[in-house]
């Protein structure tokens, strides 16, 4: 009996630890990953500020191809929206909308995720001509995790695993946009 009271205390002394680091653990993150696109930087702003076209190159729209797609709105223009719900726990349910555009330079999004864990996301793409046929694409994504759960950010590497999903999908739509 005193064996099991020992290792319950042990267990709760250990939760309690973690909890109380949480209050330190940092709750945002940030991640941005940027490539160069061989095409003129209306053409790739174009392309990039339609959500739909994520399809083909965004790693999360590509898990399920299956998924319920929904939109409301124009896409292209602020207040387009675009939802999706999945079985496949890596892309779950959610919605992201255009909030912001300045032409030719920038989009701004919000992600809302409902499933598997809620949190609202902001994302981004900038194009920037390097030269008359070249453009930079930067894809970033601002969050936060609140505490308790801003635990995880100890045991994720967002920057390897979130930055990895960036740039897989800037080298698609790179290939996608240089065969047009």
Known sequence: MRII????LFFLAIIVLL??????????YAIEREIVINKPKAEVF?????????DNYSVWNQKDPAMKRDY???DGEVGFVYAWESTNKEVGKGEQEIV????????????????PMEAD?????????????QTKVKWGFKGSINYPMNLLLLFM???KEL???LETGLKDMKAILEKQ
């Open 19 to 28: 909890l109380v680091a949480g209050l330190f653990v940092k709750k945002d």
């Open 72 to 74: 409301k709105g124009n």
């Open 5 to 8: 009271k020992n290792i319950i």
């Open 100 to 115: 912001r555009i300045v032409d030719g330079d920038r989009v701004d999004m919000k992600l809302r995720f409902k499933e």
């Open 157 to 159: 590497d967002m920057e």
């Open 46 to 54: 174009d392309y990039i500020r339609h959500i739909k076209n994520q």
């Open 163 to 165: 930055g990895g999903a």
């Open 121 to 133: 996301d902001d994302a981004y793409m900038i194009t920037e001509a390097v030269s008359e046929n």
